[in-house]
């Protein structure tokens, strides 16, 4: 059985995807003329019913992860100065000090879990509706590193992930990003985020094992 949503590189209708996506990006900027591309990326995309569904609510998973991360982050902060205040009893500081960071943590934990509720419910009806063998083309993803002059002259640069469809002839899914978020959405090895997802979708469907949110936003962080 195959991966539920296979990405290869080119065939002949890409220039017309690449193309679509160059315009957009330029219509965008201040200075349309001073675009520059770095470089480019655009990989076929197969699904069992030739929509782009699947993908769209793997991206939406995707985008989750950096909030995932930052309130993991920040429960550690409240966990640490809850230890610091041990269990409160040592002062009324104490005691101030510690409830507000145990009512701190609560709240983030909340937020944590309903997040992780939402992640894996994403994830199983993505791959459970259609995961099958045969596959069909859905469209096209694209990344595209490139730069742009601001209104005061300097050079910006920029990195956009797109996916698009030769059905509908238009752009269906837009994340640009700055530096910061391009690196975080590019794994250790590499890879993008998404490509760790698709590969979770193919090992956890292969392998018939139990779908655990905290073990695949362990895998697709990595």
Request: hydrophobic share 35%.
């Amino acid at each position: 059985m195959f991966a539920m949503l296979i990405m290869q590189s080119c065939n002949t209708s890409e220039d017309q995807a690449l193309q679509t996506v160059r315009n957009h990006i330029k219509g965008n900027l201040y200075n349309p003329n001073s675009y520059k591309e770095n470089s480019a990326r655009i990989d076929s995309i197969y699904t069992t019913d030739g929509s782009l569904d699947a993908i769209l609510g793997f991206m939406e998973v995707v985008d989750m992860i950096p909030e995932i991360k930052s309130l993991a982050s920040k429960m550690q902060s409240e966990e640490r100065t809850m230890s610091i205040w041990g269990d409160g009893r040592v002062s009324s500081l104490g005691s101030q000090r510690y409830s507000a960071a145990q009512e701190k943590y609560n709240v983030l934990l909340k937020k944590m879990n309903n997040r992780k509720d939402k992640i894996s419910e994403r994830m199983l009806c993505y791959i459970n509706d259609y995961y099958e063998e045969e596959q069909v083309f859905a469209g096209y993803y694209i990344e595209i590193s490139f730069s742009g002059k601001s209104l005061n002259g300097n050079e910006v640069p920029g990195y956009g992930i797109y996916l698009y469809s030769p059905e509908q002839e238009e752009i269906v899914y837009e994340k640009l990003l700055n530096p910061v978020e391009m690196l975080e959405t590019i794994v250790g090895n590499g890879e993008t985020m998404i490509e760790k997802v698709l590969e979770y979708v193919d090992d956890y469907c292969l392998s018939g094992k139990e779908f655990d949110v905290d073990d695949f936003i362990s895998y697709v962080s990595l």
